[in-house]
């Protein structure tokens, strides 16, 4: 049967796959046949989510710290020499700072930008070296419906996620050049450890409001999934430089 998203024989690192979004994308990728790097800082999650991925090929797993953003070129050097070349590249690390702008401070603005931002600008400068990719590359950063739409104590996330999107515009332009599509997915309220604890802290009332606006409900982690399938797959050949949302609706008014 035709398989429009056929990942078969395609290498595929997912960066921040440990759980959640990352984790349910690895698994789905493997699904549709992918060869799947997973990484993170914590080895005994990899680990399990390794045992859920899907098909008969070698799934690996590396740790690595974003935060060490002068490690990736050496990390991504090893999975190469592992593995070979990559066919594509997820970036799902997210880390948030949910402070009002008087309570901020220079380094909780710091960690979040290094994390959700200077890490994915490292990792797609390192996966698009000569040799580190296969012609027709394809790379997804996780980004969110905050890069778009403004909210109480998001200044720090919201900044690095649109940096993000900034970001992908100009680097879609140079890796036109190398064959390369890279594209953002911005999910909304999507239900994982991240989102629980965000609902935690603006308590039962924020959160509800907020979910008001996204009219199709609250998302799964498979809801972004497809969506990076698709992005991640052949058959998206002549999409790059976007951010596609992932939002019941949210951003509609
Ligand atoms: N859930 C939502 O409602 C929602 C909405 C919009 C956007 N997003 C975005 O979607 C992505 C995934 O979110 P999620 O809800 O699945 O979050 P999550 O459950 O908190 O997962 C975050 C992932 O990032 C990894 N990570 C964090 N810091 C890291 C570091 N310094 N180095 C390496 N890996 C690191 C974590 O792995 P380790 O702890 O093992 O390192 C984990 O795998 C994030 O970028 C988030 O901003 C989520």
Same mark, same amino acid.
């Given at each position: 049967m035709f398989n *429009? %998203?056929?990942l078969k024989d395609k290498k595929? *690192? %997912?960066v921040g796959a440990s759980q959640g979004i990352g984790e349910q994308i690895a698994i789905t990728l493997s699904r549709l046949g992918a060869q799947i790097v997973l990484a993170s800082r914590n080895e005994e999650k990899l680990k399990n989510v390794l045992q859920k991925l899907e098909g008969e090929v070698d799934h690996q797993y590396v740790c690595i710290d974003i935060k060490e953003l002068d490690q990736i070129e050496k990390f991504i050097k090893e999975i190469v020499n592992k593995i070979g070349s990559l066919d594509g590249m997820v970036y799902c690390v997210g880390i948030t700072s949910d402070r009002p702008l008087s309570m901020s401070n220079i380094s909780a603005?710091?960690?979040v930008l290094q994390v959700n931002l200077q890490g994915f600008i490292e990792m797609v400068r390192c996966v698009t070296k000569k040799g580190n990719y296969n012609m027709g590359?394809?790379?997804v950063g996780i980004s969110s419906t905050s890069s778009l739409r403004g909210g109480?104590?998001?200044t720090a996330y919201s900044a690095s996620k649109a940096g993000m999107n900034g970001a992908i515009r100009s680097m879609a332009v140079e890796l036109a050049e190398k064959g390369i599509c890279i594209n953002s997915v911005a999910p909304a309220a999507i239900r994982t450890e991240m989102y629980e604890k965000y609902a935690n802290g603006v308590g039962k009332s924020?959160?509800?409001n907020k979910l008001k606006r996204q009219y199709l409900?609250?998302?799964v982690p498979e809801d972004v999934a497809n969506a990076v399938a698709f992005l991640i797959s052949p058959a998206a050949r002549l999409i790059t430089g976007v951010c596609l949302?992932?939002?019941?609706g949210y951003l509609s008014n």
């Open positions: *429009l %998203v056929d595929i *690192l %997912v603005v710091t960690e590359m394809r790379i109480k104590a998001h924020g959160a509800t409900g609250i998302g949302p992932v939002d019941g």
